[in-house]
Nanobody
Framework: QVHLVESGGGSVQAGGSLRLSCAAS????????MGWFRQAPGKEREGVAS????????YYTDSVKGRFTISRDNAKNTLYLEMNSLKPEDTAVYYC?????????????????????WGQGIQVTVSS
C-alpha cells in the first residue's frame, strides 16, 4: 500500500525559502511518476510540479517557474520541492502524489485524476 508523508512546511516571510520533502513507502518508488499539488482556501487543487521516474523530465506551473525546483532521490524513496522567493500567493496546503501511470505530457501530469495516491498535505504560509 502506497504511503506518502510530507514534511518541511511552515510559516515564512515573503522572499524566504522552504524545502518540502515527501517520504514514500509501500511501493517501488522509482517506478512511479510523482507530483506536488497545492490547494488554497476556497480554490481547487492545482498542479505545481511533476517529475518523471528517473527525474529526466519535470514540469512546472507558470507561477512557480524559476522559483521552485522538484527533485527526487530514488535511493532514499523521497520527493522534494525546493521553494525560493516565496510569495503570499504561494500560501496553501501542499500535497505530494504518486502515479503508477505514464504521464504523457504536462497537461496530464497536472490532472489530479492522473495520480493514484496522495499524502495528507502540509501547510505552507507566506506572510507579506
Amino acid at each position: 500500500q502506497v504511503h506518502l508523508v510530507e514534511s518541511g512546511g511552515g510559516s515564512v516571510q515573503a522572499g524566504g525559502s522552504l524545502r518540502l520533502s515527501c517520504a514514500a513507502s509501500g511501493y517501488t518508488f522509482s517506478t512511479y511518476y510523482m507530483g506536488w499539488f497545492r490547494q488554497a482556501p476556497g480554490k481547487e487543487r492545482e498542479g505545481v510540479a511533476s517529475i518523471y521516474t528517473r527525474g529526466s523530465t519535470t514540469y512546472y506551473t507558470d507561477s512557480v517557474k524559476g522559483r521552485f525546483t522538484i527533485s527526487r532521490d530514488n535511493a532514499k524513496n523521497t520527493l522534494y520541492l525546493e521553494m525560493n522567493s516565496l510569495k503570499p500567493e504561494d500560501t496553501a496546503v501542499y500535497y505530494c502524489a504518486a502515479s503508477a501511470y505514464v504521464l504523457g505530457g504536462r497537461e496530464i501530469a497536472f490532472r489530479t485524476d492522473s495520480y493514484n495516491s496522495w499524502g495528507q498535505g502540509i501547510q505552507v504560509t507566506v506572510s507579506s
